[in-house]
């Protein structure tokens, strides 16, 4: 079935790092733009980062120059490389892939999640 899961999530403390991997099945990896998303209690989703089939990037601005988004298209998989954690970098943290149909809709599939604690 289709699906994306995520996996690499855990408690790590402040100044640590993880990397995050959301694994596709059933689809065409390489013409999808990937995203990480997170959301923390109390607070509305909010992108991360995104990379797409051509391999741009984009960031938010919370998460510059500590976290790093990467694809590797043989294994179906997209990482996210998450350095100089925070606390307010708490959060679930979601994988969704997204691309334009040929009837110019939208396909967007959202992965379960993957709790990541930053904390001492």
């Known amino acids: 079935q289709v699906q994306l899961v995520e996996s690499g999530g855990g408690l790590v403390q402040p100044g640590g790092s993880l990397r995050l991997s959301c694994a596709a099945s059933?689809?065409?990896?390489?013409?999808?733009?990937m995203g990480w998303y997170r959301q923390a209690p109390g607070k509305q989703r909010e992108l991360v980062a995104g990379?797409?089939?051509?391999?741009?990037?984009n960031y938010a601005d919370s998460v510059k120059g500590r976290f790093t988004i990467s694809r590797d298209n043989a294994k179906n998989t997209v990482y996210l490389q998450m350095n100089s954690l925070k606390p307010e970098d708490t959060a679930v943290y979601y994988c969704?892939?997204?691309?334009?149909?040929?009837?110019?809709?939208?396909?967007?599939?959202w992965g379960q999640g993957t709790q990541v604690t930053v904390s001492s």
């Open positions: 969704k892939a997204e691309t334009v149909r040929v009837d110019s809709t939208k396909y967007v599939l």
């Open positions: 990379i797409t089939s051509g391999g741009s990037t």
């Open positions: 059933r689809i065409i990896f390489s013409i999808y733009t």
